[in-house]
């Protein structure tokens, strides 16, 4: 199974540092808020990102998606140098049905294992 998915890489994988994730995680409430957006928690790990995203209407999941992961790699070519991809292509976005589904969402990010970067809403970090 790993031989197979190393296989597929087409690039070094990234585990970001703190440093690195504290930089994606800004620029992710930055995009929101010029977004109109609502970043309701995130947790930047080494290796994977989760984001809870509150946008009127019905947008395309991924639109949303590469608009953060896009302005992201921005930030991290600025400040730790250029790389030819810092993200793997696509990524899980599910639509959240009720503010129950999005409370236990909030919920899971917020208590993820070993982050890097947790906040919550306007990019506090949680009590």
């Not at 993200?87 to 976005?93: A, H, K």
């Amino acid at each position: 199974m790993r031989s197979q998915a190393a296989a597929l890489l087409v690039s070094e994988p990234v585990r970001l540092t703190r440093g690195q994730a504290e930089v994606v995680c800004d620029q992710f409430y930055e995009t929101a808020r010029v977004r109109g957006w609502e970043l309701a928690a995130a947790a930047v790990m080494a290796n994977h990102v989760h984001l809870v995203v509150g946008v009127r209407g019905d947008p395309e999941p991924g639109s949303l998606l590469r608009d953060f992961k896009s302005y992201a790699s921005r930030q991290l070519n600025l400040r730790f140098g250029r790389r030819a991809r810092w993200w793997t292509e696509g990524g899980s976005t599910r639509k959240l049905p009720d503010a129950n589904a999005v409370r236990t969402a909030v919920e899971y990010v917020l208590t993820q294992e070993y982050p890097l970067v947790v906040r919550r809403n306007s990019g506090e970090r949680p009590a």
